[in-house]
């Protein structure tokens, strides 16, 4: 089989290698930090004791020149992206070359490469072991060739491929969650209620019918009249802001990062990561039916102030999902997909504020500085609500998105 790089060892690209690993295909692993790149080839090794060669490397254009495909998780800044790039595309000039980028653009990130028709977006989601989804970004140059080969190999990994030919800040996905991810901080940092309240309130409404009815299905459920009246009603409550929230501006100068410093918004005593991950993993496997054991999650009576406040949180994801599909970007079941398959499997588990610490809030406040500006604002639904509301389900849009039968095509509508 083709040999896979996996360049970054972090969160995302340990869990990457593991699931490479796990398809059988010989595994390169490479970071600048020699400790930690041992560490994550053992890793991979003790949860594929199966594996059939895993390989360290601390050299990155070897790493490259040994690979049929190359895929980078590093960090989410977009000069070490172009950088590591333009390495990559000069050791292997016929690799295929796949950015994990959270919301940078692809065609940024190829930018200072010679062949960026080779390069794409290959966008997974934490943890990249059990959520189902990946979405494969088109950039500008993206040749169509690498777009089917980039598919074709996730769905060998047993991924569902989200293709995305429309290259904007933060795919479909990213757009939603930190459309969310804003109001939430915003709250937080605005002091209208505590950063355990505000998942309190998530897990309890959002977090109890995300994972099974996306944005806009929620939003045919009630009618157009009725969206339309309560987002008139909150809109103009919701945050637009688009620098991050103060607080996590806050927090990050003064380097308290989360989990991985002990102290963000919230406290990560020793061993607190560890078991949120733990406890993320058994939530994710009882919602996938990967075990036994079902959990039912019921929406939970709201004070009126928390009901408030989950009305701006629910607003905050609605008036984002309404911009996808009136900007041309997705359709209405691409929307509730993603949304039901990425942010609704966790979010009874691991709140907006959690999630925010788990990831490190420098990444958090680096996906909002890119993401931010380019989000939907203002206080008015989109006059082609009611025609969004009330349109009809196709029925491609009803196959068992956990399957990889389904390649949602995301492009601009005519």
């Keep these: 089989m083709t040999p896979v790089a996996v360049i970054g060892t972090g969160l995302i690209g340990r869990g990457i290698a593991e699931v490479v690993a796990r398809a059988g295909f010989p595994l390169i692993l490479h970071d600048t930090n020699s400790v930690a790149l ?4 053992e890793a991979v090794r003790a949860a594929v004791p199966a594996a059939a060669d895993v390989r360290a490397q601390t050299v990155l254009e070897q790493a490259a020149r040994d690979a049929g495909i190359v895929i980078e998780a590093v960090v989410e800044d977009l000069l070490v992206k172009r950088q590591v790039f333009a390495r990559l595309d000069t050791a292997n000039p016929d690799a295929i070359l796949m950015s994990n980028s959270s919301v940078l653009p692809i065609t940024q990130i190829a930018m200072l490469t010679t062949y960026p028709e080779r390069t794409v977006g290959a966008h997974w989601w934490n943890p990249p072991q059990l959520i189902p989804v990946v979405e494969v970004i088109r950039g ?111 927090r990050v100068a003064d380097g308290q990062l989360g989990a991985k410093t002990g102290r963000g918004l919230l406290c990560w005593p020793p061993g607190a990561r560890s078991r949120a991950a733990e406890r993320l993993r058994q939530h994710l496997e009882r919602r996938l039916g990967r075990t036994a054991e079902v959990a039912e999650i019921a929406d939970q009576p709201l004070s009126e102030a928390d009901s ?46 959690e999630n925010a610490d788990y990831v490190g809030l420098d990444l958090t406040l680096a996906i909002h500085e890119a993401i931010l500006p380019s989000l939907a604002a203002g206080v008015r639904p989109p006059e082609r609500l009611a025609d969004i509301v009330t349109a009809e389900v196709s029925a491609q849009s009803m196959v068992e998105f956990g399957g990889n039968s389904l390649n949602s095509i995301i492009r601009r509508q005519p």
Excluded: Y
Aim: charged fraction near 25%; hydrophobic fraction near 50%; glycine fraction near 8%.
């Design 308 to 353: 408030a406040i989950a009305r701006r949180l629910r607003a905050a994801l609605w008036r984002e999902a309404l911009a996808l599909v009136d900007g041309g970007v997705c359709s209405a079941e691409t929307v509730d997909l993603m949304a039901m398959k990425t942010i609704g499997l966790r979010l009874a588990a691991m709140g907006p504020v």
């Design 38 to 41: 041992e560490q994550a080839c």
């Design 140 to 250: 500008r140059r993206t040749q169509q060739e690498v777009m089917r080969r980039t598919v074709d190999f996730l769905a060998t990994l047993g991924k569902t491929p989200v293709q995305v030919d429309l290259d904007v800040p933060g795919f479909v996905g990213n757009r939603l969650q930190h459309a969310l991810w804003r109001e939430a901080l915003a709250l937080v940092s605005g002091g209208i209620c505590t950063p355990e309240a505000v998942d309190q309130i998530v897990a309890a409404t959002l977090g109890a019918s995300l994972a099974e009815r996306g944005p806009i299905a929620e939003m045919r459920r009630m009618g157009p009249r009725e969206v339309a009246v309560e987002l008139a009603d909150v809109l103009a409550f919701v945050n637009s802001d688009p620098r991050p929230a103060r607080l996590l501006r806050e």
